[in-house]
């Protein structure tokens, strides 16, 4: 069974090579590795081009303007090739050597189309420290009513599935990850399996993640996202995520 991880670039010189580290130390070695670079200007392909030999003819990439980040990942689902997909961002990096190799035992052993785990957050001058412990495994598919979903840095699918129901709506924001779950998993029923594993070390920042008017765009993009695919939800449901998630922050800082 091959794994097609991808990675989108723009201008991610900084923090490329952990991410490039952490496959390269990946036990599992049946994977093909695709980076979709956005035309960076920083030396992020210099940075590609270096490590290219050491994958020994697994990693494949291209580097041309996009139309943003979720354009740039439907680039590199046109490209892959495996039998499961899944994404990992240029400023992270696998937690553990053995997440693929767990992941595809799952596929391999149980009937479903998705596996997912959690992550991790830290801050990008202390990458030990636990700010964040993202689990997903209190995660049902009824909770996507509340804007709960899981992981989506751990989350590895069947391309078929992507074939079959489709990949990112561009003409999203922010949310397109929670709009493609919804629609894989709340409206289409895909059967999916937690591994309970810390997947990815992300570091803080990301377009997610950045400020208030980021969270409002988030609501907003959920809203809409539950209203398209016909799923009864509003604001009050949604923030109740909030709450939960200020929960897992202290529990975080606790431990």
């Not at 924001?173 to 998993?185: G, Q, T």
């Not at 988030?218 to 996202?225: C, E, K, P, T």
């Not at 539950?226 to 431990?255: A, D, H, M, P, Q």
Request: proline letters at 3%.
């Amino acid at each position: 069974m091959k794994i097609s991880v991808i990675t989108i670039t723009y201008n991610s010189a900084k923090t490329l090579a952990d991410t490039l580290e952490s496959v390269l130390a990946q036990t599992y070695k049946e994977i093909e590795y695709i980076i979709v670079d956005g035309a960076s200007k920083d030396g992020t392909m210099d940075i590609v081009k270096k490590y290219e030999p050491l994958f020994e003819g697994k990693m494949r990439y291209i580097s041309e303007p996009d139309k943003g980040l979720y354009d740039a990942m439907n680039k590199g689902m046109r490209m892959a090739t495996g039998d499961v997909i899944g994404i990992l961002n240029s400023d992270d990096f696998y937690t553990s050597k053995e997440v693929l190799q767990r992941v595809a035992d799952v596929f391999q052993k149980e009937n479903v189309d998705a596996v997912y785990g959690d992550v991790h957050y830290v801050q990008p001058e202390d990458l030990s420290h636990c700010v964040r412990y993202y689990s997903s495994k209190p995660f049902r598919r009824w909770m996507m009513r509340l804007g709960f979903m899981p992981a989506h840095p751990s989350f590895y699918c069947k391309r078929e599935v992507y074939r079959k129901y489709g990949t990112f709506n561009t003409s999203y924001k922010v949310a397109a990850d929670f709009e493609n779950l919804l629609r894989l998993i709340f409206v289409n029923r895909i059967r999916t399996y937690y591994i309970p594993m810390d997947f990815v070390t992300m570091r803080t920042g990301g377009a997610s993640s950045s400020g208030l008017s980021s969270h409002k765009q988030i609501m907003r993009d959920h809203l809409r996202a539950l209203r398209e695919n016909g799923v009864y939800s509003n604001v009050f449901l949604l923030g109740l995520r909030y709450i939960y998630k200020v929960g897992e922050i202290l529990r975080s800082r606790i431990g």
